[in-house]
């Protein structure tokens, strides 16, 4: 009975960590290049019980109650890359990458990082940057154009009267699942996996990349999220209800 407790408070701790993951997507459907997360989940291992306390039986040959497992865990959590739509805009720091490419940012502290939010500024020193002042990476180091007036080639190529030539360095990874998010819009590898070129990306100036996140298939999940925390949180309470019968009876039969 006990068990059936913990059981149902496992799967509670569950559903209320998948509806923080879908309220960070329904709040990040409106964020630039913001990609949607998905909790995956999984059962704990199934042990097997056994009449270890039974005087009458011998332990070694004890026959088995049957398995037993002890709820479900948050497994890992994964995101998807899928492409966003696409925004004409026509401001020149605004760029989108379709393919699997992504941009390479050098954060305040130095740090290495990929995103796909290309809704870049100008900084009072020239430089490209994002809306949090990383510095977008070309192949040269920190990509200078001076001024809003420059223009970026399908391949990546900065140009204008104002900007040092460079290239964007767009890069990829061959397995995306390393990618952990720092934040919500970069991205760093897990266990030190080095980048790789990528020669199917092409990149859009004057172009936004909007989130992947569908509100009608997030909202559809919360609802069954909701349900099945009721269903969890009911079950809770008939244990705690059930335990509390068989101690008021225990007093009755003492």
Do not use: C, W
Not at 70 to 96: C, K, Q, W
Not at 109 to 126: E, H, L, M, P
Not at 159 to 185: E, H, M, Q, W, Y
Request: proline share 2%; charged share 20%.
């Amino acid at each position: 009975m006990v068990r059936g407790l913990y059981t149902s408070a496992t799967g509670m701790n569950v559903q209320r960590n998948k509806m923080d993951v879908l309220t960070n997507n329904i709040v990040n459907a409106e964020t630039t290049g913001f990609k949607a997360d998905t909790l995956v989940t999984s059962t704990f291992d199934q042990v097997m019980l056994q009449r270890i306390n039974d005087p009458n039986i011998n332990i070694l040959g004890a026959p088995d109650v049957g398995g037993y497992d002890f709820g479900t865990h948050v497994d890992e959590l994964v995101t998807d890359f899928s492409g966003g739509t696409l925004e004409v805009t026509d401001r020149p720091t605004d760029i989108a990458l379709t393919g699997n490419g992504f941009f390479t940012v050098e954060t305040a502290d130095g740090q290495i990082r990929y995103t796909k939010s290309g809704n870049f500024t100008v900084n009072a020193d020239g430089y490209l940057v994002t809306q949090d002042g990383d510095f977008v990476l070309g192949e040269k180091g920190r990509i200078k154009v001076g001024s809003s007036d420059f223009s970026v080639s399908a391949q990546g190529d900065v140009t204008g009267d104002a900007a040092t030539p460079d290239r964007l360095k767009i890069v990829t990874f061959s397995d995306l699942s390393v990618l952990r998010k720092a934040g919500n819009n970069l991205y760093y590898p897990y266990g030190d996996v080095a980048p790789v070129t990528t020669s199917d990306t092409v990149v859009h100036q004057g172009v936004l990349e909007g989130s992947n996140v569908d509100i009608s298939g997030e909202m559809v999940d919360m609802i069954s999220v909701y349900r099945k925390y009721e269903a969890n949180q009911k079950l809770v309470s008939m244990t705690d209800k059930s335990l509390e019968m068989a101690v008021n009876l225990g007093r009755v039969g003492g």
